[in-house]
């Protein structure tokens, strides 16, 4: 009869820590591509002492396997939307060209279909 033992180390911690260090890595390298992505398509005031305000007041977390972008000026919903949320008072102008409603919607569908994704999460 013929008896053979192993030993071995259990790395399995390890291992779900660097994958999900990995993931939060990946998300978070896909949050920054959804703002660069959002910028310039992003409505914007002329004139006003708030100019810009939409386009960089924008946070961005990981949380476990999400993350979030969230556009902090009071009126970003309104601007995303193009109207208020009883559909009154619509946009009907936006007055830097190229910007307008779904902004952040956009943004999102064209970054989670570029090779950058690809790129983010392959080494995960």
Do not use: C
């Amino acid at each position: 009869m013929l008896q053979v033992q192993a030993k071995y180390d259990d790395r399995t911690d390890i291992i779900i820590n660097n994958l999900k260090a990995r993931t939060k890595l990946a998300n978070r390298m896909l949050l920054e591509d959804i703002h660069r992505e959002s910028r310039y398509k992003t409505p914007m005031s002329k004139g006003l002492p708030s100019d810009g305000d939409l386009r960089e007041q924008v946070t961005k977390r990981v949380e476990g396997n999400s993350g979030i972008i969230t556009w902090t000026v009071p009126y970003a919903s309104y601007q995303e939307r193009g109207m208020r949320y009883d559909k009154s008072h619509v946009v009907r102008r936006y007055t830097t060209p190229g910007t307008g409603k779904e902004f952040a919607k956009n943004a999102v569908k064209k970054s989670l279909e570029t090779k950058n994704l690809k790129r983010y999460f392959r080494f995960i």
